[in-house]
């Protein structure tokens, strides 16, 4: 099993920036995918950003946070980050981390049900 915790959420202004943090505990390993999925009210959980593997490989994001968003990796700290900049209302949701045991494509990191191990979530609010 493996053990996600996320952290870093919180209420900001827009145009502000937030930083997530995911932190894998248990049977993790450096052959593991990691993404940040969120959830708004009433709507399905969508893919934001993902990282091929925990100890490298290319990174993916969905296009409307293309350029504002980053997703990074601490390996030895088996950490993963979502920094988030110039945020705007619409990115409000609820965050969830998830990893999926091997390597994905940048095209199969989007896929929901790929992801075995989710973290609990934190909570992300943008005010315009």
């Known amino acids: 099993q493996v053990q996600l915790v996320e952290s870093g959420g919180g209420l900001v202004q827009a145009g502000g920036s937030l930083r997530l943090a995911c932190v894998a505990s248990g049977r993790t390993s450096s052959v593991m995918s990691m993404a940040w999925f969120r959830q708004a009210p009433g709507k399905e959980r969508e893919f934001v950003a993902g990282?091929?593997?925990?100890?490298?490989?290319?990174?993916g994001y969905r296009d409307s946070v293309k350029d504002r968003f980053t997703i990074s990796r601490d390996t030895p700290k088996n950490t993963v980050y979502l920094q988030m900049n110039t945020l705007k209302p619409e990115d409000t949701a609820t965050y969830y981390c998830?990893?999926?045991?091997?390597?994905?494509?940048?095209?199969?990191?989007?896929?929901?049900?790929?992801?075995?191990?989710w973290g609990q979530g934190t909570q992300v609010t943008v005010a315009s």
């Open positions: 990282i091929t593997s925990l100890s490298g490989g290319s990174t």
């Open positions: 998830a990893a999926a045991p091997g390597y994905t494509t940048s095209q199969s990191m989007r896929v929901l049900k790929l992801y075995n191990f």
